[in-house]
């Protein structure tokens, strides 16, 4: 039951960490404005982003995240395209998704009161 909680507080943080990369001013803060695109990571936002773009036959963000882009100006352009796909939208979803599943694993537990606040507290940066 541990294993199974500790996997989903993993892929909450990945992908809120994902959104917030693409999405938070006060995350741009202690980072760089959308560091995860000029790495060329290919982060939750990205992927569904590259596979909505597939679906069309198109390949821009591919090509943008092969050059590992560090203006902002095309930076905001690829999350443009990240918000246009559907992408910063279905990244909340999962996250929400995942938090619920690790509130139910917490619960399921019991006495994990202080972890469901740290989980909260995670999230409400969203």
């Known amino acids: 039951a541990l294993l199974a909680l500790v996997d989903d507080i ?11 990369n693409v999405s938070s001013a006060a995350y741009h803060k202690n980072k760089s404005f959308c560091a995860d695109i000029t790495e060329g990571k290919f982060s939750y936002p990205v992927i569904h982003c590259l596979q909505e773009q597939a679906r069309c036959g198109e390949k ?12 902002d100006e095309v930076k905001r352009y690829c999350v443009e395209m990240m918000r246009k796909s559907g992408s910063l939208d279905a990244c909340k979803a999962r996250s929400l998704e995942v938090q619920a ?4 694993r917490i619960a399921a537990l019991g006495d994990g009161e202080m972890l469901l606040v740290c989980i909260e507290r995670m999230m409400a940066l969203m």
């Open 101 to 104: 599943s690790v509130q139910q």
């Open 60 to 71: 821009t963000l591919l090509h943008i995240l092969r050059q590992r882009p560090t203006d």
């Open 10 to 20: 993993g892929v909450l943080f990945q992908t809120l960490d994902d959104y917030l």
